[in-house]
Nanobody
C-alpha cells in the first residue's frame, strides 16, 4: 500500500532554513507526480509545491515561490522540500502527498515552527 513518511521538521529562526524529506513506497515513484501541502494553526490544509514525474517545471504557491525548492530522487524514492528564508507564517505541519487511483494519500506530517 502507499506509504509516505515525512521527516526533517524542527524549530527554526526567522530567516533560517530547513530541509524536509518524504520517504515513499507502495507505488511506482518514478511515474508519479509528488506534492507538498501544509496546515497552519487554525487553518485548512493548503498546497505548497509539486514536482512532476518528469522532474521538470515544478509548481509553487505564491507564498513560498523563490524561497522553497522541491526536488526528487528517483533512485531513492524520496521527495525533498528545501525551505530557505523561513518566516513565522511558514509555521505549519507539512505533509507529503500523492494522488493515485482516484484518491489522494497523505503522510502523517512533520511539524515546522518558525520563531525567535
Amino acid at each position: 500500500q502507499v506509504q509516505l513518511v515525512e521527516s526533517g521538521g524542527d524549530l527554526a529562526q526567522p530567516g533560517g532554513s530547513l530541509r524536509l524529506s518524504c520517504a515513499t513506497s507502495g507505488f511506482p515513484f518514478r511515474s508519479t507526480d509528488m506534492d507538498w501541502y501544509r496546515r497552519a494553526p487554525g487553518k485548512g490544509r493548503e498546497f505548497v509545491a509539486s514536482i512532476p514525474k518528469t522532474n521538470h517545471n515544478p509548481e509553487y504557491d505564491a507564498s513560498v515561490k523563490d524561497r522553497f525548492t522541491i526536488s526528487r530522487d528517483n533512485d531513492k524514492n524520496i521527495v525533498i522540500l528545501q525551505m530557505n528564508s523561513l518566516k513565522p507564517e511558514d509555521t505549519a505541519v507539512y505533509f507529503c502527498s500523492v494522488f493515485r487511483g482516484g484518491r489522494r494519500y497523505w503522510g502523517r506530517g512533520t511539524q515546522v515552527t518558525v520563531s525567535s
